[in-house]
């Protein structure tokens, strides 16, 4: 089911560059986005991250091309990243291979690839693939209490919860890159008695959030077995949903999230490889006094291997904050391996009943916070519903975000005997 470990792992690769060693992309890492220079017209095409620089990969094919891989690179120089997807596991694993090799100290191709960099200071990034559907599954059982405590006291998480990896079908319309400005949204917002007010959220909010994007599809009406699950994921990024809880309040029974989570969800430029995660996997359980998954959600990898330490953070800028000069603050710190659901079960679940999958697809995993305080992934937690507002360390407080702020959710992985990789950041200011 996951991507096997290879020599493309070793943690004592080095790549001839010289900043990508101890970076968040170091060769070990090599995920993929879309860029272009900033400030040409030039078209938009595929790129892999490496230190502080990308490789072209439309200059890598025009420049002679990676030999053997030569047919998986095709897929990547275009404006989207989704005919690569749509080639699966076979294309990106071979991509890599040849990338890794054309990159490391005492490659043939040096020359060659030293003319395809660009410094990612230049570059300005746009979505990696046109997501054609947009899905935010619920996977963290702590934020699942933490919200339901708060919208439902009496009666917090529903009983559906430890069945079913609950999600909704999001807007793929409004997911934006990182560093795209959010405009604060208005609509209506729950009255304290008779009519709603209309106008501004006053209670925006982010969400601390994994985004998992899809390889390749399925057919409509044939599931995606959990042990064929994850060879239909490509990889994984950083996703903030952007939430306006006084609009969500008022409007989300009985269908559900609208228009108080459908105006913005920003993602990292960059989407980490299934290939790059391998190292990082861990087992999946449950307590044994919570009910084990149905037995389509189960197989043995999956208790295995199927979840993914994947260590996250949010920290926070303001415009006083900026003007004083402070490093961003942190306002949260969680892992993905508290996720209640796998990346696995996610896929599984959203196709058994037929549904179809398509290469580009995005899949949120919901707000990933932790048990613990310190590790919540929105404001709404972190403030009780804006009861207990925040002190920042220069002083001002937050119930919820406020014109000028600017949130940055940032990722990566770690572990013993393996190189370090990072996610990278997805930024959003928001803007009245
Ligand atoms: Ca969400």
Redesign the pocket.
């Known amino acids: 089911m996951s991507r096997d470990l290879d020599d493309t792992h070793d943690p004592d690769l080095e790549s001839f560059l010289a900043s990508a060693q101890k970076s968040a992309f170091p060769i070990q890492n090599l995920p993929f986005g879309v860029f272009r220079r900033a400030g040409t017209d030039e078209a938009f095409r595929g790129c892999v991250a490496i230190g502080d620089q990308v490789v072209d990969l439309l200059a890598v094919q025009a420049s002679g091309g990676l030999g053997s891989a030569d047919d998986a690179l095709a897929l990547t120089v275009g404006e989207t990243l989704n005919p690569f997807m749509d080639a699966g596991s076979e294309a990106s694993g071979a991509l890599r291979r040849a990338l890794v090799s054309a990159l490391r100290k005492g490659s043939t191709r040096e020359e060659q690839l030293r003319g395809c960099l660009v410094a990612m200071s230049a570059a300005e990034f746009a979505l990696p693939a046109r997501v054609g559907d947009y899905t ?1 599954f ?1 996977t963290s059982v702590h934020h699942a209490t933490n919200i339901g405590r708060l919208f439902r006291p009496d009666n917090p998480l529903l009983p559906n919860y430890k069945w079913i990896p609950i999600g909704y079908h999001g807007r793929s319309s409004s997911v934006i890159v990182s560093g795209a400005p959010i405009p604060r949204p208005r609509g209506q917002k729950r009255p304290s008695d008779g009519a709603p007010p209309f106008g501004l959220s006053s209670r925006l909010d982010y ?1 601390l ?1 994994l985004g998992v994007y899809i390889g390749r599809g399925n057919a409509l009406g044939t599931p995606i077995g959990i042990g064929d699950a994850e060879d239909h994921a490509f990889g994984v990024s950083l996703l903030n ?1 952007w ?1 306006a809880r006084d609009i969500q309040a008022w409007e989300y029974q009985p269908l559900g ?1 609208f228009l108080g ?1 459908n105006f913005a969800t920003s993602v990292s430029p960059f989407i980490v490889t299934m290939e790059a995660l391998a190292p990082f996997r861990s087992g999946f359980s449950r307590n044994a006094d919570d009910p084990q998954p149905l037995a389509y959600l189960t197989s043995n990898e999956n208790s295995s291997a199927g979840a993914l330490d994947i260590s996250l953070e949010v920290e926070l800028t303001t415009t006083r904050s900026r003007a004083e000069g402070s490093a961003p603050f942190s306002l949260g710190k969680s892992s993905y391996g508290h996720a209640y659901w796998t990346l696995a079960q996610m896929i599984t679940h959203h196709t058994v009943n037929g549904c179809n999958l398509r290469a580009g697809d995005l899949l ?1 995993t ?2 990933l916070s932790g048990p613990d305080a310190g590790s919540e992934g929105a404001l709404i937690e972190l403030t009780k519903s804006g009861r207990e507002p925040i002190t920042l360390p220069n002083g001002e407080t937050r119930s919820f975000l406020e014109d000028g702020d600017e949130v940055i959710l940032r990722g990566h992985c770690e572990r013993e005997g393996f190189a370090r990789i990072g996610l990278g950041e997805v930024r959003g200011r928001i803007v009245g």
Do not use: A, I, N, V
């Open positions: 935010d619920y969400e959030e949903d939430s999230p989570k949120g919901g707000t």
